[in-house]
């Protein structure tokens, strides 16, 4: 973007110029209001000055990330705490302050969401699903889905509604 600023503000003239002032305005409005949730995070992370604060989201941020990446396989607590440059306790510890749950429950949650997924919205029999996932065995799955969900896959595929069932906490 910064070279097609450049590079068109004097062939254009001074309208154009003014009209991608314009975009790059409302880019980076969208820009920030989407990351306004962050900000939120901010206060949570330990940290003296907002400097190290930010570092330390930007950290965690990073292990959330690649989790994320990497959400049909199970990743070790070592090489996500050495992504972050963090012990894994002190990983856990600061994972758990800001966002309220260990890097496991959210990779444990992110399975849930995608087993609900592929058991309501595909045709796929539940050892694929199992296999798709990284489970280690079909009746594994079967136990996690319906601890938490609150109901086996067959009794989700015959649901006619789409909203999760959720066991209380």
Not at 8 to 24: C, K, N, R, Y
Not at 153 to 168: E, F, H, L
Request: charge should be positive; include cysteine.
């Amino acid at each position: 973007l910064a070279f097609a600023v450049g590079f068109a503000g004097p062939l254009l003239g001074a309208g154009a110029a003014l009209a991608q002032d314009a975009t790059a305005a409302a880019v980076l409005s969208e820009l920030l209001e989407s990351q306004a949730h962050l900000q939120a995070l901010l206060p949570r992370c330990r940290g003296r000055t907002r400097q190290h604060r930010q570092q330390v989201l930007m950290r965690l941020l990073r292990v959330e990330h690649l989790i994320r990446k990497h959400e049909d396989t199970r990743l070790d607590l070592g090489y996500l705490a050495a992504s972050a440059n963090y012990s894994p306790s002190h990983l856990i510890r600061s994972y758990r302050d800001v966002f309220d749950e260990t890097p496991a429950e959210y990779a444990a949650r992110l399975r849930g969401e995608r087993a609900w997924t592929l058991v309501r919205g595909t045709d796929m029999r539940v050892c694929e699903i199992t296999e798709a996932l990284g489970f280690e065995s079909q009746s594994a799955f079967c136990r996690a889905f319906k601890k938490i969900h609150g109901m086996t896959a067959s009794q989700a595929r015959m649901r006619v509604d789409d909203v999760p069932m959720r066991r209380a906490a």
